[in-house]
C-alpha cells in the first residue's frame, strides 16, 4: 500500500473519478466531502470517507495530524462562475478561506506536494487559445478565488517549499456529475431538462463556444501528478482541443439522448463569450495518458450513464447577496 493521500470533493464530479484512479494505483485514500454538491455512493469503496468542509479548520488540522497524509488532491470547490458574482462571500469563503486552511495544514505537516484544480476561469477574457504563459485576467469571482489560490501556493512554495502541481480544467463532463445543478455543468443541465421533458436553457444566442472536456481526459491526469516529480511547481491546462458553440452542443446533447432539440433562449448573461486552450503544455508531460475522447463519444457514455440515473430535482441557492443584475431565471429560482 502507498502513502496516505487526502482528496477533498471525494463524493463530487471529479473529486470521485480521482479517488478511483488513486486507489487502483494502491494509495490510501481519506475522502473529505460536506455533500452539498456530491453524493456519498459515488465515493469509492477503498476510499476513507469523512463528511466535513475544507471551511472547518478545526476538522482539516484533525485529519491531518491523524493521517499524515503525504499528499494532498483539492478539488473541493463551488465552481458556478456566473452565479458568483452574486454570492461573493460565499465564494470567497468556500473557494479561497477554505483552501488557505488545507494549505496552512499541508505546511505544518510537511506534505511532499499539493495538487490544486484551478479553473481556465482564472484567464478571463484572454487571448486564444489560452496558453500558461499568459498572464490571469479573471472577471468572475470564482476565477479571481482559483487565481488567488494559485498565488498562494506559489508563495508556500517560496516560502516553506511545499511542492505544488495545479491543474486549469475546464468545462468538464461525464459519469457522476450533479445532473440537479441549474447553475453550472450546461452538458448535465441539458440532460436534465430533457429527462424531465422540458426545453433546453441557453443564456443568448448561444454561439458563446467552450472545449468541452471528458472525464476520462482529466482525472487520470490529476491523479498521476504526484508521481512525476518534473511536473511539480507547474501549471498545466487540461481538457479538449476543439471548441463547440453551446447551440452545436445542444444538438450533440438531444441526439445523444434521443430526443428533438428543443431550445429555449434566455435573456444573455454577463459571461466570457469564448473560452479554450492551448494543451502542448500537459501532452508534453502527460500525453501517454490522455485518450483525446470526442464530443460524441463523450456525451453518449454520459447520456447512457444519466438515463440510468434518472433526473434530479436540484436545489435552488436561495442565499444569494446582491440581486443587482441577476439574470431572471435564476431570481425566480432564488423565490422558489
Excluded at 461573493?88 to 478561506?97: A, D, E, G, P
Excluded at 490522455?290 to 435552488?316: C, D, F, Y
Aim: hydrophobic share 45%.
Amino acid at each position: 500500500m502507498r502513502s496516505p493521500v487526502l482528496v477533498t470533493g471525494a463524493a463530487g464530479f471529479i473529486g470521485s473519478h480521482v479517488c478511483a484512479h488513486l486507489v487502483s494505483r494502491e494509495y490510501q485514500v481519506v475522502g473529505l466531502d460536506d455533500l452539498s454538491g456530491g453524493f456519498r455512493d459515488q465515493v469509492p469503496a477503498d476510499v476513507k470517507f469523512i463528511e466535513g468542509s475544507v471551511t472547518d479548520a478545526a476538522l482539516v488540522q484533525q485529519l491531518f495530524a491523524g493521517h499524515r497524509f503525504e499528499y494532498v488532491f483539492h478539488l473541493a470547490a463551488y465552481a458556478a462562475e456566473g452565479l458568483s458574482h452574486f454570492i461573493k462571500r460565499f465564494n470567497y469563503t468556500n473557494n479561497l478561506l477554505g483552501s488557505v486552511n488545507l494549505i496552512n495544514a499541508a505546511v505544518n505537516h510537511d506534505v511532499k506536494c499539493f495538487v490544486f484544480t484551478s479553473s481556465i476561469a482564472v484567464y478571463g477574457r484572454n487571448q486564444l487559445p489560452m496558453s500558461e504563459e499568459l498572464v490571469p485576467r479573471p472577471e468572475d469571482p470564482y476565477g479571481i478565488a482559483k487565481y488567488a489560490v494559485e498565488l498562494d501556493l506559489r508563495e508556500a512554495h517560496e516560502m516553506f517549499g511545499l511542492n505544488h502541481v495545479i491543474f486549469r480544467p475546464h468545462n468538464v463532463y461525464g459519469e457522476n456529475q450533479n445532473l440537479g445543478d441549474r447553475y453550472r455543468n450546461v452538458i448535465g443541465i441539458f440532460m436534465n431538462q430533457i429527462m424531465q421533458g422540458q426545453p433546453m436553457t441557453i443564456f443568448g444566442d448561444g454561439q458563446q463556444t467552450r472545449a468541452f472536456s471528458y472525464i476520462d481526459d482529466v482525472a487520470a491526469v490529476i491523479a498521476a501528478s504526484i508521481a512525476r516529480p518534473a511536473c511539480y511547481n507547474q501549471v498545466f491546462n487540461v481538457g479538449a482541443d476543439k471548441a463547440y458553440s453551446v447551440a452545436e452542443l445542444a444538438r450533440v446533447v438531444a441526439g445523444a439522448m434521443g430526443a428533438k432539440p428543443a431550445i429555449k433562449h434566455l435573456d444573455a448573461r454577463n459571461e466570457v463569450v469564448h473560452a479554450y486552450s492551448a494543451h502542448e503544455k500537459v501532452r508534453k508531460h502527460f500525453g501517454d495518458l490522455i485518450k483525446n475522447v470526442s464530443l460524441e463519444e463523450g456525451v453518449a457514455r454520459m447520456a447512457a450513464w444519466a438515463q440510468k440515473t434518472g433526473s434530479r430535482q436540484g436545489k435552488p441557492f436561495t442565499n444569494i447577496e446582491v440581486r443587482k443584475n441577476l439574470p431572471p431565471s435564476w431570481a425566480a429560482l432564488a423565490q422558489t
